[in-house]
Antibody, heavy 118, light 113 residues
């Protein structure tokens, strides 16, 4: 069974940093591309980042470019999102999601809540 | 960025009736090499992560009931639920995955009338 479990969320002050993790199991992690998608409270979905299986291709949405860094450790079956210079508007539930070519985001984690507030 | 615009924002349909949700992309999401539209539909129930329903605009994901279908006309996409069931109450999102950023529509809240 495919499982994605996010962790690392919490309360952080504006300007602070946080590192999210996504532990994957039930599939050969290294052969799948992955996404981070977030959802602000009561709002819609926002795609924020993509990473290929070998980490050679990485994309970000403009609002996080230069502040967030996506990475993965295939030996540990883990996906990460390093978030720096956090802003109030980064407050959201952060989901990791797997792409199964040709289907995007075919499995999602339960999400981890990041709250940016002073 | 490709802007995805869903309509309506909310919808109330009687049990057993048809529900249709529209999604319009600001530019083509058709990949010419395989003639596929890179458009997906998701269902999100309260307190849950989204669930993939449809990809390539009309291909149903494994395990999704066949009352869910997707169609396309140019840059206009439609999700149809042929006979609404109580468990279909949710927010539905379209997403284009043709070009970066992979933008979502704003969502359509579907309720029972």
């Amino acid at each position: 069974e495919v499982q994605l479990v996010e962790s690392g969320g919490g309360l952080v002050q504006p300007g602070g940093s946080l590192r999210l993790s996504c532990a994957a199991s039930g599939f050969t992690f290294s052969t799948y591309t992955m996404n981070w998608v977030r959802q602000a409270p009561g709002k819609g979905l926002e795609w924020i980042s993509y990473i290929s299986g070998s980490s050679t291709t990485i994309y970000y949405t403009d609002s996080v470019k230069g502040r967030f860094t996506i990475s993965r450790d295939n030996a540990k079956n883990s996906l990460y999102l390093q978030m720096n210079s956090l802003r109030d508007e980064d407050t959201a539930v952060y989901y990791c999601a797997r792409n199964r070519e040709p289907a995007p985001n075919d499995h999602w984690g339960q999400g981890t809540l990041v709250t940016v507030s002073s | 960025d490709v802007v995805m615009t869903q309509s309506p924002d909310s919808l109330a349909v009687s049990l057993g009736e048809r529900a249709t949700i529209d999604c319009k992309s600001s530019q083509s999401v058709l990949y010419s090499s395989n003639n596929k539209n890179y458009l997906a539909w998701y269902q999100q129930k309260p307190g849950q992560p989204p669930r993939l329903l449809i990809y390539w605009a009309s291909t149903r994901e494994s395990g999704v009931p066949d009352r869910f279908s997707g169609s396309v006309s140019g840059t206009d996409f439609t999700l149809t639920i042929s006979s609404l069931q109580a468990e279909d109450v949710a927010v539905y999102y379209c997403q284009q995955y043709y070009t970066i950023p992979h933008t979502f529509g704003q969502g359509t809240k579907l309720e029972i009338k």
